[in-house]
């Protein structure tokens, strides 16, 4: 397990910038982190504790994922996703609002569902988890809460609380933790911690802005799970950040399949 | 200018099988071309035919931009994309299909096209530009026509030549190529092609990938210079070294059209 560990820190050192790697056993894998309590910018991961707030919001009765929403001009942002180049006045459900936010990392749709959960909602569920890094303060591309040092947050170790929680059907307390990461299964963005994995074992939501670049998921296999988070922020090339979280991942996943423990 | 080709037929070897490197100049730039020729399976790629097509027709006026199509709760193509995820009975316009189709890859979406605009009249088009090995035989996920022998194929050199076509407005003109342009710069997929490109390089590309084959194609350009490229793959064993292999043949690229016209973007 040094070996890993003295693997991943010279991964780490090549990509350059900061690092940060939270596992956690989910069955049959084990515990690891390197720098991983540091709290950096979201980027797009963020969507995954909105996802989570907007299910439980769908437990409590208060949303229901069939109603329609129609996604006018004005509503619309640039970045990832689908529904800011599709024609105006679509209508779309809260499951397929739920559904662009996490495959496509859209950020119409996460404008959308930020304004129909609320943002204050999705940090007192994040609070009542007892993270205190993690926080939504912006909407995706709202450059003036920017400018007023609101930003959004995340840490490695809480994101792997989080998906530990989900994988464990503890983060919504039911069947619609399944349906969290089986929208996440179907992500369009995989090619970070998916890069050198089998197809069809990751479920993630990436990250990634100028020089951030993240990926956390649920790893499963028949023989084990666990979830991971890797975090870069200011690597000099984000492509080569891309590929160090994949060769971290891979690292992790042999590691695992070994049944080496930490 | 540094010559690719040594080191290209180097990375080819490293990687196994069958690698078709394809660029086209545009402005500045040069052509360049290794083994463009070979016939492969099109995987996604074959979008890029698909969307010609669909502006051919709209510039005909066989359909319009809002033309409606209800996505339907029995037609379910798996793999990639977002509508097979959709509610059944959603409204999408015919310019929505065409952008999902090469945004996300989506199947769906590349089927209901297939099935509008004909594989006869993609094929048709795509011989219309002197193309021998790209066609269309069948949709997209059909075990049935799959079992008959039939795919989609695509060549390297005649997909770069259709990308140039697009940029160039000589596809089918004007408005048609400039919004087939505007809809492959959306692609969410930027990693092979895009993966190891400098900031300042603007892209507009459509992977493809199925089995133990991997493609790119599209258009690289930035004030100084612009070119189309396509690398396709077939038959190799690591599919982390196929996609490694296009980044890295794109920016040798990149970096020798830089040193060519005396910018040095590297």
Redesign the interface.
């Known amino acids: 397990m040094l070996e890993l560990r003295r693997e991943i820190e010279n991964l780490a050192r090549a990509c350059g910038g900061v690092v940060s790697v939270s596992v956690r056993n989910i069955y049959n894998a084990f515990d690891f982190a390197l720098n991983d309590d540091v709290r950096l910018g979201s980027a797009s991961t963020i969507k995954v504790p909105i996802l989570v707030e907007a299910l439980r919001q769908v437990r409590d009765g208060r949303l229901s994922l069939?109603t329609e929403y129609r996604i006018s001009r004005d509503q619309c942002r640039p970045g990832?996703?689908?529904l800011t180049?599709?024609?105006e006045g679509?209508?779309?459900?809260l499951?397929?609002l739920l559904?662009?936010m996490i495959?496509?990392s859209d950020n119409t749709a996460t404008n959308m569902v930020i304004d129909i959960v609320g943002m204050e909602n999705v940090n007192s569920m994040l609070c009542g988890f007892g993270y205190a890094g993690t926080t939504l303060m912006r909407k995706m591309y709202d450059w003036e809460a920017l400018s007023q040092g609101k930003d959004n947050w995340i840490v490695a170790r809480e994101m792997t609380d989080l998906l530990v929680k989900i994988a464990r059907d503890e983060a919504v307390e039911g069947e619609l933790d399944k349906l969290i990461l089986s929208i996440m299964r179907?992500q369009?963005?995989s090619?970070e911690l998916g890069?050198?994995l089998l197809e069809g074992v990751l479920a993630n939501k990436t990250g990634r802005v100028n020089n951030v670049v993240h990926d956390c998921g649920v790893v499963t296999t028949p023989g084990f799970c666990y979830a991971i988070a890797v975090f870069t922020a200011d690597a000099p090339?984000a492509?080569e950040a891309?590929?160090a979280i994949?060769r971290i991942s891979k690292l992790v996943y042999d590691a695992v399949s070994a049944g080496k423990s930490c | 200018m540094q010559d690719m080709r040594p080191e290209i037929e180097r990375m080819a070897a490293e990687l196994g099988g069958t690698v078709s490197v394809a660029v086209r100049d545009i402005r500045n730039a040069f052509d360049f071309s290794f083994h463009e020729d070979a016939k492969l399976w099109s995987a996604s790629t074959i979008k890029i035919a698909v969307l010609v097509e669909a502006v051919r027709q709209l510039s005909e006026g066989k359909v319009a931009l809002?033309t409606e199509f209800v996505l339907d709760d029995n037609n379910r193509t798996p793999g990639?994309g977002?509508l097979r995820?959709?509610?059944g009975g959603?409204?999408?316009?015919f310019?929505?299909v065409i952008?999902?189709m090469i945004?996300?890859s989506d199947n769906l979406a590349t089927n209901i096209l297939i099935d509008f605009l004909t594989p006869e009249s993609i094929t048709a088009t795509m011989r219309g530009f002197g193309y021998s090995g790209t066609e269309v035989q069948r949709r997209i996920f059909d075990y049935e026509a799959m079992d008959r022998g039939l795919y989609n194929w695509i060549a390297a050199g005649e997909i770069a030549d259709l990308c140039r076509r697009i940029y160039t407005k000589t596809a089918v003109g004007g408005e048609w190529d400039e919004l087939a342009l505007k809809?492959m710069g959306?692609n969410?997929?930027k990693?092979r092609l895009r993966?190891?490109l400098p900031e300042e390089a603007r892209i507009a590309n459509k992977p493809g990938e199925q089995e133990n084959t991997m493609h790119d194609g599209g258009l690289v350009w930035n004030d100084d210079f612009a070119y189309s490229i396509c690398v396709a793959t077939h038959g190799w064993q690591s599919r982390?070294d196929a996609?490694?292999t296009i980044?890295r043949i794109s920016r040798l690229v990149y970096d020798a059209v830089s040193e060519t016209c005396g910018c040095d973007h590297a």
């Open positions: 069939e990832s996703g689908v180049h599709l024609h679509i209508a779309v459900t499951r397929d559904t662009l495959i496509t179907n369009l963005y090619d890069l050198l090339v492509g891309k590929v994949g | 809002d990639s977002v995820f959709m509610h959603m409204k999408l316009t310019h929505d952008v999902l945004i996300t809809i959306w969410l997929d990693e993966l190891l982390s996609f490694m980044a």
